[in-house]
T-cell receptor, first 115, second 114 residues
Framework: AQTVTQSQPEMSVQEAETVTLSCTYD???????LFWYKQPPSRQMILVIR??????QNATENRFSVNFQKAAKSFSLKISDSQLGDTAMYFC????????????FGKGTKLSVKP | DAGVTQSPTHLIKTRGQQVTLRCSPK?????VSWYQQALGQGPQFIFQ???????QRGNFPDRFSGHQFPNYSSELNVNALLLGDSALYLC?????????????FGQGTRLTVV
């Protein structure tokens, strides 16, 4: 069974600085997808970034980028130029290529951006 | 364009009762998945519906059941409620049951069992 582990329950960062959130996963599959979701106090899950396992290039979306280390089964999220609106729970999620969309989430990291 | 909408936003039920939660997918989406998010935890997959059939199920007891209607909306039913069923229930929709399309989530229904 696949598992996703986020080892940092809480993190904080000063506004405009950079922060990295860690995620490791365990799978025997070769075809899969990895995601970072943001859940603000409004509770709605918002997709931040996604990575296809077959792609070697790390995904980037504006201030958000990932460090995907396939052999180490590591998938960290870097947030540059942190903004107050980035304050939220961040969840790492795994999806098996053959699972028809079933997401497996980690326990989350609570990120606080301080002015 | 309305995104994924869930109703109600909050509700309180008594142990042993039954509850029905509702979800309307994003326009153009035909696949609905339900997740349970306990306090301080990540969401856990309950089941997925496509073409009015349950296509995949997570590790949840038969007390959890669902339905999808011809207009793609979906219901989650929980019978014989337990205190441990208290959680945020999230609905997610996508356009097809493949990994290539983004899942859009609703704001959830907060269920409290007393």
């Amino acid at each position: 069974a696949q598992t996703v582990t986020q080892s940092q329950p809480e993190m904080s960062v000063q506004e405009a600085e950079t922060v990295t959130l860690s995620c490791t996963y365990d799978t025997s599959e070769s075809n899969y997808y990895l995601f970072w979701y943001k859940q603000p106090p409004s509770r709605q899950m918002i997709l931040v970034i996604r990575q296809e396992a077959y792609k070697q290039q790390n995904a980037t979306e504006n201030r958000f980028s990932v460090n995907f280390q396939k052999a180490a089964k590591s998938f960290s999220l870097k947030i540059s130029d942190s903004q107050l609106g980035d304050t939220a729970m961040y969840f790492c999620a795994f999806m098996n290529g053959g699972s028809q969309g079933n997401l497996i989430f980690g326990k989350g990291t609570k990120l606080s951006v301080k002015p | 364009d309305a995104g994924v909408t869930q109703s109600p936003t909050h509700l309180i039920k008594t142990r042993g009762q039954q509850v029905t939660l509702r979800c309307s997918p994003k326009s153009g989406h035909d696949t609905v998945s339900w997740y349970q998010q306990a306090l301080g935890q990540g969401p856990q997959f309950i089941f997925q519906y496509y073409e009015e059939e349950e296509r995949q199920r997570g590790n949840f007891p038969d007390r959890f059941s669902g339905h999808q209607f011809p207009n793609y909306s979906s219901e989650l039913n929980v019978n014989a409620l337990l205190l441990g069923d208290s959680a945020l229930y999230l609905c997610a929709s996508r356009s097809r049951p493949t990994m290539n399309t983004e899942a859009f989530f609703g704001q959830g229904t907060r269920l409290t069992v007393v």
